[in-house]
């Protein structure tokens, strides 16, 4: 749909666990684009063999995506 309104959007999936790789899409976005109009976070999470995650208490996932959204945004800031 939106390349039938001539609007260029880019897809770039970003595990927030690696910073090795926010740094390179970072790096990327700096020098390709040199801004970042939107930043969304889908907040999709796996419970399969692919994805392995700990099991936590509601209080301290809800505190860890908290934080790990603040990151992400601190990180990213710069460039929106």
């Known amino acids: ?5 001539e609007i260029q ?20 976005i700096d020098k390709q684009f ?4 939107i930043l969304v976070n889908v907040g999709i999470l796996f419970n399969n ?3 392995k995650i700990n099991i936590m ?3 301290g996932l809800e505190a860890k995506e ?3 959204t ?6 990213f800031k710069p460039l929106l």
């Open 9 to 28: 959007a880019n897809f770039i999936l970003l595990d927030d666990i690696d910073h090795k790789t926010i740094d390179k899409i970072t790096e990327l």
């Open 66 to 68: 908290f934080f790990d």
């Open 34 to 37: 040199g801004k970042l109009n």
């Open 70 to 75: 603040l990151a992400i945004t601190q990180i």
């Open 49 to 51: 063999d692919q994805f």
């Open 57 to 59: 208490t509601p209080h």
């Open 1 to 5: 749909r939106l390349n039938d309104e």
